[in-house]
């Protein structure tokens, strides 16, 4: 079974209906393993939560608040 990690990195700036929609359209076709975390791109603790996930799969958002 593959394991999904959905990446939400600048929480503050976008809202989560990207994630919401791709779970539903995932889970539609069988995936069940499916993660979501909010990080800190240059927090090291960020990088350990997703090396513990050990996800096969790493989605995140392409919205960004930097021009």
Not at 10 to 16: E, I, K, L, P
Not at 41 to 63: G, M, T
Request: hydrophobic letters at 50%; charged letters at 20%; zero cysteines.
């Amino acid at each position: 079974m593959m394991r999904i990690l959905f990446v939400d990195i600048y929480r503050s700036f976008y809202d989560r209906h990207w994630a919401y929609a791709l779970t539903a359209v995932l889970r539609q076709l069988g995936a069940k393993d499916l993660h979501y975390i909010s990080i800190n791109p240059e927090s090291p603790v960020s990088i350990q939560k997703i090396i513990a996930i050990r996800p096969d799969l790493i989605l995140y958002n392409a919205f960004s608040p930097e021009v």
